[in-house]
């Protein structure tokens, strides 16, 4: 069993940038594929970017590309997301989830473990 706690987010002003943390509660976290997701209020819960385990590959949300960032130390354990000119549409619930295997999904029902969510405001 794997928990994910994020952390991280907050109430921000358009433009600026925010940088949240997904931490395990393994060892191994690295060798899983983690991605992070988003619900927007009144909406369904979608893609934003995921990390393959074990010096696997990246692949972004196309609205995100340029301004979002993931990074992950094979020797730590927490997987970061730097999202940099925040936009009011990104005004959501985060979510941290992790697979149990190496290769990244796209799909939220592809993975195995979530955190609770870290709450991101962006205002105008």
């Known amino acids: 069993q794997v928990h994910l706690v994020e952390s991280g987010g907050g109430l921000v002003q358009a433009g600026v940038s925010l940088r949240l943390s997904c931490e395990a509660s393994?060892?191994?976290?690295?060798?899983?594929?983690t991605g992070w997701f988003r619900q927007p209020p009144r909406n369904a819960l979608e893609f934003v970017p995921a990390?393959?385990?074990?010096?696997?590959?990246?692949y972004y949300r196309q609205t995100v590309r340029g301004r979002f960032t993931l990074s992950r130390d094979r020797s730590k354990n927490p997987v970061n997301l730097q999202m940099n000119n925040l936009k009011p549409e990104e005004t959501a619930l985060y979510y941290c989830?992790?697979?149990?295997?190496?290769?990244?999904?796209?799909?939220?029902?592809?993975?195995?473990?979530w955190g609770q969510g870290t709450q991101v405001n962006v205002a105008t």
């Open positions: 989830a992790a697979k149990h295997y190496s290769d990244y999904g796209l799909k939220n029902d592809q993975y195995d473990y």
């Open positions: 393994v060892r191994t976290f690295s060798t899983h594929a």
């Open positions: 990390i393959g385990g074990a010096g696997g590959s990246e």
